[in-house]
């Protein structure tokens, strides 16, 4: 026979276990099924009457208040299965196993809705087609619909381009060899640690200017007079030159970097330098 100090000390290891497997339940989303309910409460009311410290009585109401969380799961699951209209998979395989062939395919050709398209070539649409293609013009006669392209070619003289500033008087590795030149200057009078802000660089008094020696700064970036370091964060791209010019290797793979030299940036640029 059981002494009493070992009885409160079985009764406490089966609340404690009741406690825990609730826990779990409630805490990982299981099935609150998993819970015999009627099981629990036979064991609470077994041990109930040992109970004389205030942690065992503690310990007891802990059970019966996990218990009720459980219950209150089970009365939510039951609640959401019949709202959707839910079938338990075992009751419908059983159901399913329990009806005859004909049943099944009668209930199979009531809940089908199969989608059917035919296309095919007809001797109507084939006769439409050949008529189609008799009655087209020669396709001689159909370009001669399109009328043809003016002549809008023709041959620019040195004169032309350099008014519209396409070719300079000067040749082209010179001018930017002079520009890489004026690079070096204007960092050296008015660069930090070897660079100068871009737009501090190709500003100019006009926009076209701007424009221009936006296109020159692109090409000593492009043959190596120079490289670009961007910070996005901050919204700033500086130019540096190099004392020598750098030969790009084939297997350096090259990355293009658009910047946008738009009229609006110019009119900000030249706030900024005003402001000054």
């Not at 609470?44 to 802990?62: G, I, N, T, Y």
């Not at 001689?140 to 008014?163: H, I, N, Q, T, Y």
């Not at 008094?205 to 970036?221: D, H, I, K, Q």
């Not at 490289?227 to 996005?232: A, N």
Request: aromatic share 10%.
């Amino acid at each position: 026979m059981q002494s009493k100090k070992e009885r409160v000390k079985i009764g406490r290891e089966r609340l404690q276990r009741i406690i825990e497997m609730c826990k779990a339940v409630e805490e990982r989303g299981l099935d609150p099924f998993l819970v015999n309910v009627d099981e629990i409460i036979k064991v609470v009311r077994e041990f109930f009457p040992d109970w004389e410290q205030p942690e065992d009585l503690c310990l007891d109401a802990e059970a019966i208040n996990r218990l009720a969380s459980v219950i209150k799961l089970q009365s939510e699951w039951v609640k959401h299965r019949s709202t959707t209209l839910y079938t338990d998979p075992f009751l419908l395989e059983e159901k399913i196993k329990s009806l005859d062939k004909e049943a099944i395919v009668e209930a199979f050709l009531g809940a089908w809705h199969p989608i059917v398209e035919l296309e095919q070539i007809s001797l109507h649409s084939l006769k439409e087609a050949l008529l189609y293609w008799e009655n087209l013009p020669p396709l001689k006669d159909r370009w001669k619909e399109f009328p043809s392209p003016e002549e809008a070619g023709g041959v620019a003289s040195p004169e032309e381009l350099l008014r519209l500033k396409i070719l300079r008087d000067k040749a082209f590795t010179e001018e930017l060899e002079n520009f890489w030149n004026e690079l070096k200057r204007e960092v050296a009078e008015k660069g930090e640690n070897g660079k100068i802000r871009y737009w501090d660089f190709i500003g100019a008094e006009t926009y076209e200017e701007t424009v221009y020696r936006a296109f020159l700064t692109s090409f000593l970036v492009t043959y190596g007079y120079a490289t670009l370091e961007v910070y996005p964060l901050e919204d700033e791209i500086f130019i540096k030159p190099f004392e020598k010019q750098q030969r790009r290797t084939a297997k350096k793979q090259l990355v293009s970097l658009p910047i946008a030299i738009t009229r609006e940036e110019w009119e900000k640029w030249k706030e900024r330098v005003k402001a000054k």
